[in-house]
């Protein structure tokens, strides 16, 4: 009963939600079919969403203008370009989303403008309100003809109908929010317009608010319209964005003017808002990586809940579900909407609602499998949970005849194995060299901001107790007693070690993985060898200390290999290093470490730098000899993990479900 609370009704507009939980929207990429509609895929995804109990279901952004932007097909799904068949895979959908109680929006984009993802940018030059510079090329986007915001403000009237006749209960317009075109008329700083679309701050909300009468004309006054909507725009300059804490001046929306744009919006006919702060320029902010506080766009909400009489609803890391119900208790929000922390575990809610908190696999802000992917591949997904949006294709395959199968190693996959198997019907058995399972999650998860890498240990831990597989830690497994255990297969995912090499003092020489776990104290001024994506962390974590760190890194750049896939969480991280007064020398490299010197050796110089201790961090080495001595004698074997080749996160926990699903 202790979080009663956010199981309590809500009205959005005239329709009610059963509790205080929504999808947060996320880019529906892959979940599209050729004709714009929804394909099983997309189907399979948002139904999962409503079947863990989730009350309001936000669609991830969709499009109903053809002419302004195109768009290649498939894409994201489209309610105009071909309707009669978005509204059939819609219907498809939406009545399957209500057979468990659930209300589901319709996200609808206004457009892209400069923030258009390069990949996806197709033939045509990028429109904007004016020529103003793109957010990622160098290019000046079209301005947008006065014809061109009709058709658009027209094609949402459209959309919306295509969406009410497809069973949605109501839309969400994306959005004067992130950057997007809406918003870039809305901020003075994007649009230079002397038109009634530019200007004074009611002129730069005139496309919003054509948006949201036509909807209403078309739709009725009581089909509900939200908006995604970004109170303040944390913008430093062109590509420059502010960082948690850091004093700036705001050249784009600042507080003041984003509660005046508040009030306006909801005095136009918006039904509720969906809020939090940032751009593009700054979009760290809007898809927050682990390098954010959890729930850092509350204060923003509150000042928003203070000054309109319509929900709001908050995102940004509000999986912790004490700080949710502080958040609904304290009038805060009205709905808290949860995305990534969906994606990893689709019922969180009801696990919440049952008591069963412990049993929810947390989501760890990598942004590997989300944002990540979206990016670079175009296709949804998540890096912990392999099954998201992908339900149908990744089914727990039935066992016909269940086997022993031992699985050596309790990092991430093989962990993974174990869990699969034995929610399959198989009888795994898990060995572990060390004191508890995790593997590099322990190391990694040292530093405050990757607690939650600590959390996915502690959620395996817990999950194979419930399941009953015997775990056996402290224990390095051995060629006789693998071939004398009588297994029907064999799993080795046995990871990886630090790559080691002497400088002199070896003494004073540690791995990045002995100092985050406190085996080894680097001394009051350290150099970390190698700018990766853990050297980069562990001098961050270091600097947060007071610890004096230079980063001294072979290639042009950090992170240049091995760094986040999403951009949001490299480009932050980059920023973090020197905001915290690290040091970095890149194209150079330790030549030398002794009495308490470090020799950097660059193309031009050679500089000495006195520090207590010089850190390694750079790169692994699989850690394979036990599955070489077993390849031959056992007829059914496996490779996982780093032992198999040294990757993320992500890819030992897909690669352990997709072998252990079809054993």
Not at 372 to 379: D, K, N, T, V
Not at 400 to 413: D, E, F, H, Y
Not at 483 to 503: E, M
Not at 584 to 605: M, N, R
Request: net charge negative; proline share 5%.
């Amino acid at each position: 009963m202790q979080y009663q609370k956010l199981f309590t009704p809500m009205k959005l507009g005239s329709v009610t939600v059963k509790n205080r939980f929504a999808l947060a929207p996320m880019g529906p990429l892959g979940l599209a079919d050729s004709e714009g509609g929804w394909n099983q895929r997309g189907i399979d995804y948002y139904t999962r969403r409503a079947q863990g109990g989730t009350g309001l279901i936000i669609t991830g952004v969709t499009f109903s203008d053809c002419q302004a932007e195109t768009q290649s097909m498939p894409n994201v799904p489209n309610s105009t370009y071909n309707p009669v068949h978005f509204v059939r895979t819609s219907r498809e959908m939406t009545e399957r989303v209500h057979a468990y109680g659930s209300k589901i929006f319709l996200m609808m984009s206004g457009g892209f403008g400069r923030v258009t993802i390069p990949t996806n940018l197709g033939e045509f030059p990028p429109v904007a309100p004016s020529a103003i510079p793109h957010r990622w090329l160098d290019k000046t986007c079209r301005p947008l003809t006065v014809e061109e915001i009709h058709s658009i403000v027209k094609s949402f009237g459209d959309g919306a109908y295509n969406a009410k006749r497809g069973g949605f209960d109501g839309v969400e317009i994306h959005a004067v929010h992130e950057g997007y075109l809406l918003d870039q008329f809305a901020i003075s700083m994007f649009n230079l317009r002397t038109d009634q679309y530019g200007g004074s701050l009611e002129n730069r909300l005139r496309f919003a608010r054509e948006v949201v009468e036509e909807i209403k004309s078309r739709c009725g006054e009581d089909f509900p319209v939200s908006l995604r909507f970004s109170l303040k725009s944390m913008i430093k300059d062109w590509r420059e964005g502010a960082l948690p804490g850091e004093e700036f001046e705001e050249k784009g929306r600042d507080i003041e003017e984003g509660l005046e744009a508040a009030k306006l919006l909801v005095s136009y006919g918006y039904d509720a808002l969906d809020v939090d702060v940032g751009t593009y320029d700054a979009w760290w902010w809007n898809h927050p990586p682990m390098y954010i506080e959890k729930g850092m766009f509350r204060p923003y909400c509150k000042l928003v809940k203070e000054v309109v009489d319509v929900p709001v609803l908050c995102a940004g890391r509000m999986d912790n579900p004490d700080m949710a119900l502080a958040a609904v208790e304290e009038d805060v929000c009205d709905i808290v909407s949860l995305g990534r922390p969906l994606l990893a575990d689709p019922d969180y809610v009801n696990k919440l609602r049952a008591g069963r908190y412990a049993d929810v696999r947390p989501c760890i802000s990598c942004q590997e499998g989300c944002m990540g992917r979206i990016q670079e591949y175009s296709m949804l997904n998540c890096a912990v949970n392999p099954q998201a949006a992908r339900e149908r294709v990744t089914a727990y395959e039935p066992v016909c005849r269940p086997k022993k199968v031992l699985v050596i190693g309790g990092g991430v996959a093989g962990c993974e194995a174990a869990r699969v198997l034995a929610i399959r019907g198989h009888k795994p058995q898990l060995i572990e060299k060390n004191a508890r399972l995790g593997g590099n999650l322990i190391p990694g998860g040292a530093p405050e901001f990757k607690e939650d890498d600590i959390a996915l240990a502690n959620w395996y831990a817990h999950t194979l107790d419930q399941l009953g597989v015997p775990v056996t830690l402290n224990h390095a497994a051995t060629r006789e007693e693998v071939l004398s255990g009588g297994y029907d297969a064999v799993i080795v995912a046995t990871g990886s070690r630090p790559r080691l090499f002497s400088l002199g003092d070896d003494e004073h020489t540690y791995t990045a993985a002995q100092v985050l776990l406190g085996e080894k104290d680097c001394g009051p001024s350290t150099v970390v060898v190698g700018g990766g994506l853990v050297g980069c962390e562990t001098a961050l974590w270091l600097a947060q200390q007071g610890k004096k760190v230079t980063i001294v890194e072979a290639l042009d750049k950090l992170m240049a290999v091995n760094g986040p896939l999403c951009h949001a969480n490299h480009d932050m991280l980059e920023r973090l290093v020197p905001y915290h007064g690290v040091e970095t020398i890149t194209s150079a490299k330790v030549k030398s470490f002794a009495d308490g010197v470090a020799t950097v050796e660059t193309s031009q110089s050679e500089r000495q730098i006195p520090c207590d201790s010089v850190i390694l961090a750079v790169g692994y080495q699989e850690e394979n000899s036990l599955y070489h001595e077993l390849e031959f004698d056992v007829p059914e074997i496996y490779l996982l993990g780093d032992a198999k080749a040294v990757s993320n996160i992500m890819y030992a926990i897909w690669d352990a479900f997709e072998v252990a699903n079809h054993i």
